[in-house]
């Protein structure tokens, strides 16, 4: 269910010619009854040019209990999107994951699509966008489960997004994903992330972020919902 990662929470609407980019994470320790930490990092890069934007985005993270490893994930994820006109922008990418609590052991996807604006402005933008994807899997599972272990399959992904700036200190966004399989709509994963980013300074954001993902066809042992609220500080340059 990890497997769905959230890329349009990370872009910018409007990045400036050139590199830039942000780095940012946030941090769990609890003491006493239960020895806890928990360490989570993620960074993007943009160049951008008059025609094409390229963005590569990482993740990661680290949880220790009583000094043992209990759950671990990261992301690599490289995207070029293309400038047609101001409202469509056709785009690819690659992208290699894991996530230890979801019995996650190794995931590849590539795949292509079109993004389009239907409105923008001060306020923020609204858009959507449409891609084919190609997506192999590998989970950690023991012998006698009834899910496979290794898949590879074709998904359609659609995507819907909203980015409301009420004022210049305050950055809400919304996604939701849609992703079935491409032969087999009963295999359907989706996602939503309600992000809020409150600014301390001009390169520094407080931000809160609640996900919820759901697998109609989870793995062994793990549900078919999922939800997480998290809070944390990013830096961008």
Known sequence: MSAQVNVEAL???DPP????????????LRTGNVDLVQLGVNGRLYRVTESVT???????????????????????????TYRYNKRISPEWWGQW???RPQLLNFRIVAGSGVRTSFA???WGQFGMGSALMLEHERLNLPDPAVHDDQTTVIRWSYFVTLRVVPNENLVITSTTYLQPEFDDFNDVRTLTNLRIATSITDELDLTVSFDL???????????????SLRTGVRYTY
Request: hydrophobic share 25%.
């Open 213 to 227: 993902r759901y697998d109609s066809k989870p793995p062994d042992g793990i549900r078919a919902l999922d939800t």
């Open 120 to 122: 923008s402005g001060e």
């Open 97 to 99: 994951n894991y996530d």
């Open 11 to 13: 872009r910018r609407d």
């Open 17 to 28: 010619l050139g590199y830039s980019g942000s780095f940012g994470g946030d941090l769990t």
């Open 54 to 80: 390229s963005l590569i985005v990482g993740n990661g993270g680290l949880g220790l209990l009583g000094g043992s490893r209990f759950s671990s994930s990261g992301l690599f994820h490289y995207r070029q």
